[in-house]
């Protein structure tokens, strides 16, 4: 069946835009994650969804990060006024439900790239 | 100091040898964890959970000492295919959120 997917594959920008990025999780996946990862680094939590509420956003760096899930599917993380320390790897993965024994299982990641 | 600390390698072995990971983690309040493979550029991906009891997966033993807070990966009689970054991840439990170690680099070399 199909994985998680994430769109765009690539996104280069300049300081100070705004950018919105995809991921479309597993069907039937409740749980959606967002996670960073800068070069030579582990991934970092952003945010999770248990349906379409962020159950936990403690990992967004700041208020310029954002993310929505508004039917319980597709979300978007979206970045305001970008800076060049965003650039990274934006990773997405979704669960069956929130647990910490399901695995949850990664897209291809969106990788950003601020000039 | 970081919730999940791994080697920091990068391992260089050649074909057919063991190789070992050792990772650390300092919240005892974790309670599941894992080690994910990933490849070049790609996404992470689960090689095996890791239960206290310690679990086999053909080549790949993985062993938890909870009250060490140690996890470790054994990689036997290793391939070319095994060439990829190792990550150590721990999940606490009360937010489902994934602590990932920094990643340990293996290079099997023919």
């Known amino acids: 069946g199909a994985g998680v997917s994430q769109t765009p594959s690539n996104k280069v920008t300049e300081k100070g835009k705004y950018v919105e990025l995809r991921c479309d999780p597993i069907?039937?996946?409740?749980?959606l994650y967002w996670y960073r990862q800068s070069l030579g680094q582990g991934p970092e939590f952003l945010i999770y969804f248990q349906g379409t509420g962020a159950a936990d956003d403690s990992g967004l760096p700041n208020d310029r990060f954002f993310a929505v899930r508004p039917e319980g599917s597709v979300s978007t993380l979206k970045i305001q006024r970008t800076e060049r320390g965003d650039s990274a790897v934006y990773l997405c993965a979704s669960s069956l439900a929130a647990s910490s024994y399901n695995e949850q299982f990664f897209g291809p990641g969106t990788r950003l790239t601020v000039l | 100091r970081k919730e999940v600390e791994q080697d920091p390698g990068p391992f260089n072995v050649p074909e057919g040898a063991t190789v070992a990971f050792n990772c650390t983690y300092s919240?005892?309040?974790?309670?599941?964890f894992f080690w994910y493979r990933q490849d070049c550029r790609k996404e992470p991906k689960l090689l095996m959970s890791v239960y206290s009891s310690g679990n086999e997966d053909g080549r790949f033993t993985a062993q938890l000492n909870r009250a060490s807070q140690y996890i470790s990966l054994l990689i036997r009689d290793s391939k070319l295919s095994d060439s990829a970054t190792y990550l150590c991840v721990v999940n606490r439990g009360s937010n489902y959120k994934l602590t990932f170690g920094k990643g340990t680099l293996l290079t099997v070399n023919p």
């Open positions: 919240n005892s309040a974790s309670q599941s």
């Open positions: 069907s039937g996946h409740t749980a």
